[in-house]
């Protein structure tokens, strides 16, 4: 309770002899200070507000210019300006408003302005130019031509000294659009070794219609576009290729990035949490300072930075038509996933970040709580690596107030997503395939339901502590992952370090408050399913009732294609159902004289029935019995030339949905019959 009570900044008592106020000053310490970190960060960003948007110049360019000009007209007598230096002074005379020396002063500084400003466009307008030539990409590596060399000295002189990560975003050249005619042909060309000579004339006479009639008239369109962004393909891209697609992202979009190979920091799993954790938090700041140095070729031709912008505090929303991402300017907390549970971790303390000893301890506290997941909370982020529209739907249902709705906040504006692992993984020498298999497959999927997919970025630490990340793609490409994943390795092993025990550096602070448990009210579902286990059973006795009584569907059918052959009519519907395989074919043999067995009394009496094998090739045969009230034998049968078939892998399948039923309707058993194959 103590932090609950250092959450409140003062509390007051009713009492006979007036109002007892008594003022929390650690609360109101931290209100000061959180108060302090966030005037801080306005400051730095409008400060690289300013820096960016004079690049490639300076205010210390523009101080240099204004003192120059008023220097040169003030003190040699001689105007630099041709006269306009005059008419401002003029016209600041025709207000009254200043003395004479004022003007003059004004004057110089106004004009002194107007040079800088035009001299930062022309710079400006002049390193688009240069950086549009992409002659130097088609030159022999390490061979560059005079004009190559020139080029990229008037591209040096022109960026500044110093940029910062969105210094050159203002000034990079819009994307160009190819002519229709040069992609059509490049196409014709990548596609010829996969085609023959009929395939290829087919697809050539296809591609040549279109590059003269509609495809100029689309070209249209993309150029208008072109002239307006500064990439033509960029919002397309990420709206169409990644949030429009309904299919799951795990596997399908996501990727992961590995720790070392052979190098292991630490076995501590809280420790390297603890530095990893600690060195992108580092990078956050960096990123938000703009310290980070542009991606450069050669050190000299500019990168966009753009996809920098989302990397952290970020993360992909659910919708039924299209995904989008939420991206917030700050996050104070990361969330942090541990056998079945979510605690949300502070990542600051007195006004500072924590410090890697700090976060190992708050990560230690966690793997140390014995606390249960909530009903529903261990597999709660299968919801991520599922179909999107099930999960927005859900998203809707379930999430959209009370407990769930603040949970689900903490995670989608956390910093990024933690899991603790309780696997081991990594290379190992004695079995580096399986072993890097495993490795792969954990950080690119996990259990389906340990990483919270929709994260930017999700940060997995194993218990042996082997770390990596699973990152969801459409924010970003993998180079921009990569720049931060070398940061924080490299920051993790040469610049942290560890102790000669595995342990952070640093003491341990017992006065920052614990990780505190998420809270969610999953609803029971083991009440919906019920209701639809109901529906279909009546449905299936509905079915067979009518089947008994002469209702059913498959003998009627058949009896009417009979007739449509023998009149000779071809009904194309009833040859399409006739054709149908029937892959699952099933039947029960009832036990119909069960008193002549007294299963109750002699258990043992217990009958297996019998089988029937497939009717097709690729097919299950089934027949089962149903022994009492307590027992049902299962025969399966397929075919072992078939590779879509597996008796044994059936079964499994049958009995599992059993288990599944029994627990729906809280049946317990300690003994469950596996069944005959």
């Known amino acids: ?17 007036g109002i007892d106020l008594r003022l929390s000053h650690e609360a109101l310490r931290q209100i000061y200070l959180s108060g302090l970190h966030s005037w801080k960060k306005k400051f730095i960003r409008f400060k690289n507000g300013i820096l960016t948007g004079v690049f490639p110049s300076s205010p210390t360019s523009w101080l240099v210019v204004v003192v120059g000009v008023t220097s040169v007209s003030m003190y040699t007598q001689v105007d630099p300006s041709f006269g306009l230096i005059e008419k401002i002074n003029n016209a600041l005379a025709r207000t009254g408003y200043m003395t004479s020396q004022t003007r003059d002063i004004v004057s110089n500084v106004l004009f002194g302005t ?50 910062m990560l969105y210094s050159f975003q203002t000034s990079l050249p819009h994307l160009p659009v190819p002519a229709v005619k040069d992609t059509v042909k490049r196409y014709l060309e990548s596609v010829r070794p996969l085609m023959d000579d009929e395939q290829f004339k087919r697809m050539e006479g296809l591609a040549k219609d279109f590059a003269v009639n509609l495809g100029p008239r689309l070209q249209w369109y993309l150029k208008l576009k072109s002239w307006w962004a500064t990439n033509y393909v960029s919002d397309w891209w990420e709206e169409y290729i990644y949030l429009r697609g ?24 809280a420790a390297r949490a603890g530095n990893a954790i600690h060195a992108l938090l580092l990078y956050r700041r960096k990123l938000d300072r703009e310290e980070i140095k542009p991606l450069m070729v050669n050190n000299t031709i500019p990168m966009c930075s753009y996809q920098y912008e989302r990397m952290f505090n970020s993360s992909r929303i659910p919708g039924v038509e299209t995904d989008t991402i939420q991206h917030i300017k700050d996050s104070k907390h990361m969330v942090v996933y541990h056998k079945g549970r979510y605690f949300k971790v502070w990542l600051y303390h007195d006004g500072r970040l924590l410090k890697p000893r700090e976060i190992e301890q708050q990560m230690q506290r966690i793997i140390e709580d014995k606390s249960q997941p909530q009903p529903g909370e261990e597999t709660l982020a299968a919801l991520t690596a599922g179909d999107r529209v099930p999960w927005a739907k859900a998203r809707k249902d379930y999430f959209g107030n009370g407990k769930n709705r603040q949970s689900l906040d903490a995670v989608e504006k956390a910093a990024f997503f933690v899991t603790l692992d309780d696997t081991e993984q990594g290379y190992n020498k004695e079995d580096p395939v399986t072993s890097l298999d495993k490795y792969a497959k954990s950080l690119l999927h996990g259990k389906c339901y340990d990483r919270w997919f929709d994260k930017t970025i999700s940060f997995i630490v194993f218990k042996n502590g082997k770390m990596g990340m699973n990152c969801e ?48 009210e999953i609803q029971e579902e083991n009440e919906d399913k019920i209701k639809l286990f109901k529906v279909a059973s009546e449905k299936h006795q509905q079915m067979y009732r009518l089947a008994m009584t002469g209702g059913g569907i498959d003998r009627h059918l058949f009896c009417l294609y009979v007739v449509s052959k023998y009149l000779g009519v071809d009904s194309p519907f009833l040859k399409e159902v006739l054709s149908e395989p029937w892959r699952l074919s099933t039947s029960q043999t009832p036990q119909q004289q069960v008193h002549l067995f007294q ?54 399948h049958i009995r599992q949905a059993m288990l599944e039923i029994m627990g729906l309707f809280n049946i317990t058993t300690n003994n469950c019959n596996k069944g005959k194959k």
């Open 1 to 17: 309770m103590a932090e609950a009570h250092q959450a409140v900044a003062f509390q007051f008592t009713v009492t006979p002899d």
């Open 114 to 163: 107007g040079v800088w400003v035009a001299l930062t466009a022309t710079m400006r307008y002049s390193l688009k130019k240069l950086l549009a030539y992409h002659g130097w990409m088609f030159e022999e590596h390490g061979k560059l031509s005079r004009s190559t060399r020139l080029w990229m000295g008037m591209v040096k002189l022109f960026s500044g000294r110093k940029p």
């Open 246 to 269: 309904r299919g799951p992202i795990m596997v399908n979009s996501n990727y992961y990035a590995m720790d070392y190979l052979y190098v292991l920091p630490t076995t501590i799993q």
């Open 473 to 520: 793609h459409s924010w970003a490409d993998a180079p921009i992952v990569g720049h931060l994943w070398e940061y924080v390795m490299a920051t993790d092993k040469f610049d942290l370090g560890y102790e000669d025990d595995g342990h952070c550096k640093g003491e341990v602070n017992l006065s920052i408050p614990p990780p505190s448990r998420l809270q969610w």
């Open 599 to 652: 299963l109750e009394k002699y258990p043992e009496n217990v009958s297996s029935g019998g089988g029937f094998g497939p009717v097709a090739d690729d097919g299950y045969g089934v027949s089962y019995i149903i022994v009492g009230e307590n027992l049902i034998n299962i025969h399966i049968s397929s075919k072992f030339s078939s590779p879509e078939t597996d008796s044994h892998r059936f079964g499994k």
